[in-house]
């Protein structure tokens, strides 16, 4: 361990500890009843013993002491991915799909709920991935066009009565039209310049459903939001019923996710896909092949705003109630976090991002105060160590735009 | 020649990007040699300065610089050391002013009295940039920018001078200028000097000894007069 | 004729009272802007994490003074040897998060970087949260109180000792920036970073400094919100760094003298919107002009310092 190299690792290791305990301390020990130093030290100690263990296992992997694990797992998931690879796509997806459909009948109430969240966030992550994976434009303010779909649910829903399946469309469509209006001005800015704009776009949408008290009653919020309702077959007759209970919920955002996907997916091999990809890898290049790179980018705005509206129509159905509490900030870094953390462009990548964000935290519902902590740290060290996520899309090429 | 050379390179490999690849290239510049590199476009010398500035890393090889390994040490130390580099484009800092541009160049010295002394040095050596200085580098027009190019690099009192492409663009009495210049500061100041060219008449002209890249390679190192007269050097290099 | 000079009278100090507080005010956004500009001009990236080390200087501010007042100190050395502590600790801070989140992506895409900067932000300001807690935290009630009325309207001691220190701060980062040598590196390293490695600046250093120093402006800006409102809050950070940012892009972002009057004008908007047409809808403004600059004037009011524009 005294290789000049690792020397220098344990000093950098010593020095962010020590700067570590210098940005701690002043949090948690100087109080006005006086200077106070044992929680400080005890919360240093953990992670200064945490980041040791890390750096004595990394070096250790640096030279190879755990080829006699790594070796055989590797050869394994090696012949494991050969053998997944022999039985086709669709027996894969079929057995996913009957999990799903099988999954109300096995579990109780709480997964149910803990269920319908993810999906829910499944359709928001796989629209803000048409407009981030695919087209390449970083949108901060996604979470506006799940609002608009889920006011213009429970306004329609309220004030006239309109049902819920009459409404989805509506909702899709009057997202779209946030989309649009939101895309046009910002589609010629830069990047960069577009997250902060999209951001801003976004708090506006919130501060006005919080002040327009006349239309959206304001912080309040809007109660009474109907069900979706459906004419089944009981007692010898057909008859209207409200499907209220959790499963049913259940059942309903598992058709609109699967439309999402199987909606995304063909997307996503389309023309229209390769346009967006186009614009993403080179925009130049894509606009003298003849793509109307203004019009793709609007296209890919409202398609993406389409997706967020339907998922926030049912949302407002679910909860019989909408408030503009649920569209903060918070939330479209939350979407994002999935897009990103599942793999950019990647319809499975998403899915995964949003168990792992939604379902993982609820089973460790004890730190339940440390979960956007955890979550915003995650979303950096994903960056630096797996930046194209946990599931990479296939068609991911190296981004043109990096930088030289 | 015995004395040990200033710069050494030996089988150095790099890569800028996926073209302008150098493969092998191996070359000695001794003290006070004004030494041209000489190909065409893409032939991989810009790469090979940014490689001996470590800017670049290598691939493979090794960089000697006044007799030590330099290859993978920051590329900001290397000016402090006596070597420095005056990049093809000039890369001027656009919103300093001349003086300012001046000054960065002698970034790492703290000798007051030294550095206005050397900017008076620079002043009398281009004229123009005294009647320039408090106006923005981006202002210039090539010409000037070239000088204050120069002239910065100067301010660092380098002992290896790398000199990427100084004559392009530039009208043929500016050219000549800088030539001249280039010939002052090697004779009166024993600055060494490393001379990329794709003007390799001119270039070959002003050096003691010439190397010619191609695709990546040295093909071929000779006396710049043998090279001069060398009748595949003409016909592929010098337009005949 | 009476009622009616009475009533203009009252427009007049209305307005006056307006313009105080919107010095006040983008003097504020105007020190917090200065760091998303210089960051965005030295290497290009949204800096989302600037707006939680604005509100961890508001609470080490909180911390800093009411342990020293606590100690009975007198309020001008509380506040002073507060400030300049607070300072440090940011600069610190901001220099951790660019080492740790920033500076091993220099070489990747804008996109990851940015990403990078918002997990860091989300996770400060819940770091924040964990260790402070959800709920307000006064400022010790008795610092700087009092005023005085000119022309009908009321300048308080606390709006003038925070206009003096973010003139202070202004002047000297001018002076730095402009005057200095590390001023020179700085702006060199700006504008073409290979060139400055070539004539010996260190980028790493100068872009940590650049860090550093928007992170003591950004604390500074965040004790004196905290003590001008009375409080502080873990997600203090986030309205103020948008509107903060909003002001450097109006300026035109790398541009450190249009980061000041951006800020300025944005205060100043932000204030008489609230005071001539909706204090609801205030925030709404400041996001309008924002995107109105960026799609009208991409370049912002003074001009952008910026050569790399790609993301």
């Keep these: 361990m005294t290789t000049p190299a690792s020397r220098k690792l344990w000093l950098g290791y010593a020095v962010a500890m020590l700067w570590f305990f210098v940005l701690l301390w002043p949090l948690l020990g100087i109080t006005p009843e006086g200077l106070e130093f044992a929680t400080s030290f005890g919360i240093w100690s953990k992670v200064a013993v945490a980041a040791a263990i890390i750096l004595a296992l990394w070096q250790l992997k640096q030279r190879g002491v755990f080829g006699f694990v790594s070796r055989p797992v590797e050869a394994l998931s090696d012949s494991l991915g050969k053998a997944t690879g022999v039985v086709p796509t669709w027996v894969w997806l079929s057995l996913v799909l009957a999990g799903a459909l099988a999954f109300p009948l096995l579990t109780e109430r709480y997964a149910h709920d803990v269920a319908i969240s993810v999906l829910v966030y499944v359709c928001l992550g796989l629209g803000l991935n048409v407009v981030v994976g695919m087209a390449g434009l970083l949108d901060l303010g996604y979470i506006a066009f799940y609002g608009v779909g889920a006011y213009t649910y429970a306004l329609l829903s309220v004030h006239y009565g309109l049902s819920f399946w009459l409404c989805l469309p509506i909702a899709g469509t009057f997202s779209a039209i946030a989309g649009c209006i939101i895309g046009y001005p910002t589609l010629r800015m830069r990047g960069d310049y577009l997250a902060i704009v999209t951001l801003g776009f976004g708090e506006i949408v919130r501060i006005v459903l919080n002040n327009w008290m006349s239309l959206t009653n304001g912080p309040n919020g809007i109660l009474g939001v109907k069900p979706p309702g459906t004419y089944w077959w009981s007692d010898g007759k057909i008859d209207h019923i409200w499907l209220g209970s959790l499963e049913q919920f259940y059942y309903v955002i598992l058709a609109l996710a699967v439309c999402t996907v199987i909606a995304v997916y063909r997307l996503n091999n389309s023309r229209i896909g390769r346009a967006f990809e186009a614009v993403r890898e080179d925009q130049t290049a894509a606009e003298l092949m003849g793509v109307n790179t203004l019009r793709i980018k609007l296209l890919a705005y409202a398609l993406g705003a389409i997706f967020g509206g339907l998922a926030g129509a049912f949302f407002a159905a679910r909860m019989r109630f909408v408030s503009p509490e649920s569209f903060t900030f918070i939330e479209s870094a939350m979407v994002l976090a999935m897009v990103v953390l599942g793999g950019m462009g990647s319809i499975p990548g998403v899915i995964l991002g949003a168990l792992a964000l939604i379902a993982l935290p609820e089973v460790f519902r004890g730190f339940e105060l440390y979960r956007m902590f955890v979550f915003g740290g995650v979303m950096a060290l994903m960056m630096l160590f797996r930046p194209k996520g946990l599931w990479p899309a296939k068609r991911m090429g190296a981004r043109s735009e990096e930088r030289d | ?240 | 004729m009476a009622p009616a000079f009475h009533k203009a009278h009252k427009h007049v100090e209305f307005f006056l009272q307006q313009l105080v507080n919107g010095i006040t005010l983008g003097g504020v956004y105007a020190l917090v802007a200065l760091g998303y500009t210089m960051v965005y001009g030295i290497i290009q990236l949204i800096n989302f994490a600037h707006g939680e080390i604005f509100a961890a200087g508001g609470y080490m501010g909180v911390i800093l003074i009411s342990w020293l007042v606590s100690q009975g100190y007198p309020p001008f050395i509380c506040l002073s040897v507060a400030l300049v502590l607070a300072m440090g600790y940011c600069a610190l801070l901001a220099m951790a998060v660019e080492k740790l989140a920033y500076k091993p992506l220099r070489s990747s895409s804008r996109l990851s970087v940015l990403l990078s900067a918002l997990g860091m932000s989300i996770f400060l300001q819940n770091g924040l949260m964990l260790t402070q807690g959800v709920y307000d935290r006064a400022y010790p009630g008795e610092m700087v109180q009092g005023g005085f009325e000119i022309g009908g309207a009321v300048i308080s001691y606390m709006q003038i000792v925070i206009v003096g220190i973010t003139v202070l701060l202004l002047v000297g980062l001018n002076i730095l920036v402009f005057k200095t040598r590390i001023g020179k590196a700085m702006r060199a390293t700006a504008q073409d970073k290979t060139m400055s490695a070539l004539v010996g600046i260190n980028s790493s250093r100068i872009i940590s400094l650049t860090f550093a120093i928007g992170a003591a402006l950004a604390c500074a800006a965040g004790i004196m919100v905290g003590m001008y409102y009375g409080s502080v809050r873990y997600d203090m950070g986030f309205v103020p760094g948008v509107k903060a940012f909003s002001a450097a892009v109006l300026g035109g972002i790398g541009n450190i003298t249009g980061a000041m009057l951006g800020g300025l004008i944005i205060g100043m908007i932000e204030v008489f919107a609230a005071g001539y047409i909706s204090s609801e809808y205030k925030d709404v403004f400041a996001f309008i002009i924002l995107i109105g600059v960026l799609y009208f004037m991409p370049t912002g009011i003074m001009g952008e310092n910026v050569d790399d524009t790609r993301v």
């Design chain 2, 1 to 240: 020649m015995t004395q040990q050379p200033i710069l050494e390179l030996k089988n150095v490999s790099a890569a800028y990007g996926r073209i302008n690849a150098i493969k092998d290239i191996s070359l000695k510049v001794y003290p006070g040699e004004v030494v041209s590199i000489i190909g065409a476009n893409g032939a991989g010398k810009s790469t090979t300065l940014m490689s001996i500035s470590c800017v670049l890393p290598i691939t493979g090889g090794e960089i000697y610089y006044d007799g030590e390994r330099i290859d993978g040490t920051p590329a900001d130390l290397l000016p402090s050391r006596g070597l420095c580099q005056v990049p093809e484009g000039r890369r001027i800092f656009p919103r300093l002013t001349v003086e300012e541009n001046l000054d960065m160049g002698a970034f790492f010295r703290k000798d007051k009295a030294g550095i206005e002394h050397d900017m008076n040095r620079v002043f009398q050596l281009f004229p123009i940039l005294l009647e320039r200085r408090r106006q923005h580098g981006g202002t210039l027009s090539g010409g000037e920018q070239q000088m204050l190019a120069m002239g910065r690099a100067l301010m660092s009192r380098p002992r290896l001078l790398l000199l990427d492409e100084p004559s392009l663009g530039l009208a043929p009495l500016i050219v000549q200028q800088i030539f001249r210049i280039i010939r002052e500061i090697n004779e009166a100041d024993g600055v060494t000097v490393v001379l990329v060219e794709q003007n390799a008449n001119l270039a070959l002209q002003a050096s003691t000894r010439g190397y010619v890249l191609e695709t990546g390679n040295v093909i071929m190192e000779d006396e710049a007069k043998a090279l001069l007269a060398n009748p595949d050097i003409r016909k592929a290099y010098l337009g005949e």
